[in-house]
């Protein structure tokens, strides 16, 4: 799913860096992303965690975020972590689309 989903958004003019687990993300921000897709099933560390790490990177801390899961407590989760956006899966491209521009446009 991460590829197809950088696939796509790689598509439409984003620079995409997707990665696998939690610690490659992290290791990946240290250039200013205007938006982080956030799988909420990180391997590696809790979405918390990597929430927290990425906070106190200077080039990412204001990067917006938006969570994606499957969970029925997505909406409380995406709070928890303030998240500027979320999408529960199963979700339509056009839903991923428009809201990463919407996000994109605000930072």
Known sequence: MRESLADVLS??????????SADAALSHLGWPAHVIVLDLSLPGMSAQEFRN?????????????LVLSASRHIQSFAAEL????????????????????????SH
Not at 11 to 20: D, H, K, P
Not at 53 to 65: E, T
Not at 82 to 104: M, V
Request: aromatic share 6%; net charge negative; hydrophobic share 45%.
């Open 53 to 65: 790490h990425q906070r106190n990177l200077p080039l990412a801390a204001q990067s917006r975020v």
């Open 82 to 105: 303030e998240a500027d956006a979320w999408i529960a899966k199963p979700f339509t491209l056009d839903d991923l689309l428009d809201t990463a521009e919407r996000l994109a446009i």
């Open 11 to 20: 598509e439409e003019g984003y620079e995409v860096r997707a990665v696998g």
